[in-house]
Structure formats: structure tokens, C-alpha cells
């Protein structure tokens, strides 16, 4: 065998491992961002931000000696329901907290009962959403009185929107109002907390000095059994940050675009009004939960109103819904290395599902449309086999006559190459250019919640699962197999072993490989037999 035709294995070889072990270096070639650290304010009593944020101005604070006294008003704790067509929360009135964010339209793998997904139980713990309020360096936890009855429900049907109003008046005086605005049709909830002080504190000349403080409770931060990231993410100065459960409390100020807490499928982030500049913090939590704030300073002068306005999104990762709020929640999504395929890829499916109702005939279209996109490397790769071919007999002879001088045998081959215009890696050209694009749809099968339980026919019931029967792995191999057959072959015995052998390497590949995966594979195979059937055909007729 020639060196030339030895690089030609080597490329084939080479993209089979590379497509294999991707999954597995994935993590090593697009690590996580770098994380920023904070002082922790023993010498500032500020945390320091990174990239030159701004913070909010804030009137100077009273330290006391001790930690600080933290008080309780307790009072009768009140639930109140709210259903859409899209969720059913619960919500305390102690903090004005949710206790409960099922999603109507997500459900759980069938091996653990196909229940609805609730949030509340992985990226909002219970006493998400809670606000406190720390006034002179004093903490406290809000118990809010409710405009709604007690243990209320609140229906929204299509095209409605509700409110719910909480509101509580600390010892100073100061009145804290939160109000969450429901819209049946979108996930986010709009949320307005706004601090009043009392007229009253007038004589004595008195003002607050403060400020409000919403949490997002989670799940101990780390990556999943598929290596995707659990715990906060901060877009912060369009730079994304996915803080490791190692990683120290991180805290910034001004511009944060969204932050608040993820895993694979799901996104809990708080998403401040109209870019309004206001504090957060971020703690992984090494042992423990990990947690999103954000948090609003007030200085209220006697009568003075301060209003802290965000959008909360609690919802599913759908490419579509984070994309309608021009945020760049869009970013929350992990495509990996080749975002820049999986991304158009992943709009490209949802386009066609629309009009086929089935992600596995979308997945179909998709891959007819590459095949005609990729139709004149193919020809061009068949016609350059075709060439080489009918060569064989002269590099045989090459071989035969200049085997003891391999400087001279390689330097004859590329004379031969040129002089008959054969470029000896056309043949495995359009393989290896395919590789982005299949890696982009691996990507997408993985992680796009759009597939996650999306059926195409009869046993696969799920494009982003490996096929429970290795059916269409199978299927794969076979067709790949014929294809190689059809494929002319140079007259090296080893290379055509080599080559026959390559189908039965990458039906043990795809064995596990999500079943949409291996239906574009099987579908490429099938439209490459029928397009050398016809070329060979024609071939015959001229």
C-alpha cells in the first residue's frame, strides 16, 4: 500500500475514532469559562466586580460588631395556587416564595412514571423566589399579607393575565409590596418589588438604608450523568459564566442580562427590566445548595418609593421560547464546540416539524437537503474512485518497479496523479467534511429538549434515546456494507479488507448513539446507494 493511499485510511480511521471518543473529549475541548472571583469584603466590605462593572451606588451602611440580629414576625402561613395552560405553581406568603412550578407540557422518562416535570424539586427547591429585606445591617424574613383569600386559586385560561399581590411593613416602617403578574400564554413571570417609607419618619427626619434581597434556591451545583452542567449561570457583560461547585460565591453589579440557575434541560434565571443595573450573587455550593440573587439597595428618604422590576423564567430550554424574550437566553443552551452548525441545524428541524408533526421525518428532510447541499462533492468523489481505478494497473506496476526506492515510488505516483488529474484523497472528501455536521446534530439530539421524548414510528419512542433494539444500528451497518461494495476499489487486497471492515466499526459506534443520529446516518447511506447505483448506471449506458 502507498503512502497516499495509507493517509487516505489514515483520514477515514481517524474521523470513525474522532466521531466515537467526541463525546467523551467534548469537556476537554470547549472548557468551562472562566470564573470570576470576589473579595469576599474583608477589606472593602464591597465585593469587587469583574470587568470593570460599575456597582450601585448605595448609602454607606451601619456595621455592627456582631453578625447581624435577624428577626421573624411570625405570622399564618398562606398558600395560594395558580394553573395555566403551561404550569401550576404554589406560592407561600412567607418571603412570597414558590413552593411548587410544575410544567403541564414535560414529563419525566417512563421508566420513573412519566410524571410532570417539577422544578421546584432540582433548579427551584422549595423557597425559590423568597425575598427578605436587610435594613441598617439588620436581616429580615418577610411574612406578607395577601390580596387574595387564603389558600387561593388562580386560573388562567388562554390569552388571560393575573395578579398576585403580597405586602408586609417592617419595625422601621418600611412597606415592602411584591407583585407577580401571570400571562397564561409565556412562562416568564413579571415580578415588581417596590420599598415605600412611612410619611410618619419625617419628624425624626429618618431614612432606611437597605436593600431587598430575591433568591433562587437549588440543587447542589456539577455536571450530570451526560456531562452537562447543573447550578448558576450568569450572563454578565455578554459573558457567560456556568459556576463549578468548587468555584468561590461570585457576586457583580450593573448590566447582568439574565442569571439564575440551570441544568441540562431547564433554565430558573432572573432577567432584570429595561437592563436596570442591580446586584447579584452566585454560590455553587460545594456541599450544599447551590443559589441565584438578586439583590436591590434602597436609601428612602420619609414618603421616598423605590421599585426593583425583572422577569422570572421558569421554564424549558426550547430554543424558540428563550429566543422571544431578546435576552440571549438562547446562550443557556450547551451546543458544544460546533454551536455554529447545531444552532441553524436545530431551527432547521423545528421548521420542518411544524409541517410533519414527527422530529424523526424532520430529521429525514434534513438530511436530503445536506445530501443535495454535499451532491457535488459526492460526484466529484465518485468520479475521482472511478479515476483511480483505472490506474491501478500502472500503479502496480509503479509499485512493483520502484519498491526498493520509496523516494522515487512516491515521487512516480504523484506524476501519475497529475498527469491523469486524480486527486487520491477525493474519494473520503465528503466523509470527513460530513463530520461537523454530524457532530452539530449530536449536539442537538442531546441536548435540545425540542427531541427529548420526541417519537418517531413503532419501537423508537424517543430520537434522543439509542434504539432499545438496535434495529436501525443494524440497519445502518448493512447499508453501509452494500455501499462499500458498490464503491469501486483500488486493487491493494489489504485496503479493500480495511474498507469492508470500517461498516462493522461503526455499527458497534452507533449502538448507543442517539437513535435520531443513526436514522440521518441510515437515510445518507440509503440516498448514497441510490446516487452510485444511477452514476454506475450511467456509466454502463455511455
Not at 68 to 78: A, S
Not at 125 to 147: H, M, P, Q
Not at 152 to 163: F, M, P, R, V
Request: positive net charge; glycine residues 6%; charged residues 20%.
Amino acid at each position: 500500500m502507498s503512502d497516499m493511499e495509507k493517509r487516505v485510511l489514515l483520514a477515514i480511521v481517524i474521523s470513525a475514532v474522532f466521531m466515537f471518543a467526541y463525546p467523551h473529549i467534548s469537556g476537554w475541548i470547549n472548557p468551562p469559562k472562566k470564573t470570576v472571583t470576589v473579595d469576599k469584603g474583608e477589606k472593602s466590605g464591597q465585593p469587587i466586580p469583574e470587568g470593570g462593572y460599575a456597582p450601585i451606588a448605595a448609602a454607606p451602611t451601619i456595621k455592627p460588631a456582631a453578625t447581624p440580629q435577624k428577626i421573624k414576625e411570625e405570622i399564618k402561613e398562606e398558600f395560594t395556587r395558580i394553573e395555566t395552560p403551561l404550569y401550576i405553581a404554589s406560592f407561600t406568603n412567607k418571603g412570597g416564595a414558590i413552593t411548587k412550578w410544575e410544567l403541564k407540557r414535560h414529563f419525566t422518562p417512563k421508566k420513573d412514571g412519566s410524571r410532570p416535570i417539577n422544578l421546584s424539586q432540582t433548579i427551584l427547591t422549595k423557597g425559590s423566589l423568597t425575598t427578605s429585606v436587610v435594613i441598617n445591617n439588620v436581616s429580615k424574613d418577610l411574612y406578607f399579607k395577601t390580596s387574595n383569600t387564603i389558600n387561593a386559586t388562580i386560573d388562567l385560561a388562554a390569552g388571560e393575565k393575573k395578579e398576585l399581590i403580597y405586602s408586609a411593613v417592617t419595625s422601621e416602617g418600611v412597606i415592602i409590596e411584591k407583585k407577580y403578574i401571570f400571562n397564561a400564554a409565556v412562562y416568564p413571570v413579571e415580578v415588581e418589588i417596590t420599598a415605600t417609607s412611612a410619611k410618619t419618619n419625617a419628624a425624626g427626619g429618618y431614612a432606611p438604608i437597605g436593600k431587598t434581597v430575591t433568591v433562587i434556591n437549588a440543587n447542589a451545583a456539577g455536571k450530570d450523568a451526560t456531562g452537562y452542567h447543573n447550578g448558576p449561570i450568569i450572563n454578565a457583560g455578554k459573558k457567560l459564566i456556568r459556576q463549578k461547585s468548587n468555584d468561590a460565591q461570585m457576586s457583580g453589579s450593573a448590566n447582568a442580562a439574565w442569571f439564575g440557575t440551570e441544568d441540562k434541560y431547564f433554565l430558573a434565571v432572573f432577567i432584570p427590566k429595561d437592563n436596570a443595573a442591580v446586584n447579584w450573587t452566585a454560590d455553587a455550593g460545594a456541599n450544599a445548595a447551590s443559589k441565584a440573587a438578586l439583590v436591590a439597595p434602597f436609601n428612602l428618604s420619609p414618603g421616598a418609593k423605590v421599585k426593583t422590576a425583572f422577569k422570572a423564567f421558569m421554564g424549558p430550554k426550547e430554543h424558540t421560547l428563550l429566543e422571544a424574550e431578546k435576552a440571549g437566553l438562547e446562550d443557556a443552551i450547551e451546543y458544544g464546540v460546533f454551536s455554529f452548525l447545531a444552532q441553524p441545524s436545530l431551527t432547521a428541524l423545528n421548521f420542518f416539524q411544524k409541517y410533519v408533526a414527527n422530529y424523526g421525518l424532520a430529521i429525514i428532510i434534513l438530511t436530503v437537503i445536506i445530501k443535495i447541499v454535499f451532491y457535488p462533492l459526492t460526484a466529484h468523489s465518485l468520479k475521482s474512485m472511478k479515476e483511480m481505478q483505472k490506474v491501478q494497473p500502472q500503479l502496480l506496476a509503479i509499485r512493483e518497479k520502484f519498491k526498493d526506492n520509496k523516494e522515487k515510488l512516491n515521487k512516480e505516483m504523484m506524476e501519475l496523479y497529475k498527469r491523469y488529474k486524480i486527486n487520491p484523497l477525493g474519494g473520503c472528501l465528503p466523509m470527513v467534511l460530513q463530520i461537523p455536521v454530524f457532530l452539530a446534530l449530536y449536539e442537538v439530539l442531546y441536548v435540545a429538549i425540542e427531541l427529548r421524548q420526541a417519537p418517531f414510528f413503532l419501537w423508537i419512542m424517543d430520537l434522543s434515546e439509542k434504539d432499545p433494539y438496535y434495529i436501525s444500528p443494524i440497519l445502518m451497518g448493512a447499508t453501509m456494507f452494500l455501499q462499500q461494495k458498490m464503491t469501486p476499489t483500488t486493487a491493494d487486497p489489504m485496503q479493500a479488507k480495511i474498507m469492508l471492515f470500517m461498516p462493522v466499526i461503526f455499527t458497534v459506534m452507533f449502538l448507543s448513539f442517539p437513535s435520531g443520529l443513526v436514522i440521518y446516518w441510515l437515510v445518507n447511506n440509503v440516498l448514497s446507494i441510490a446516487q452510485q447505483y444511477y452514476a454506475q448506471r450511467g456509466a454502463v449506458k455511455a
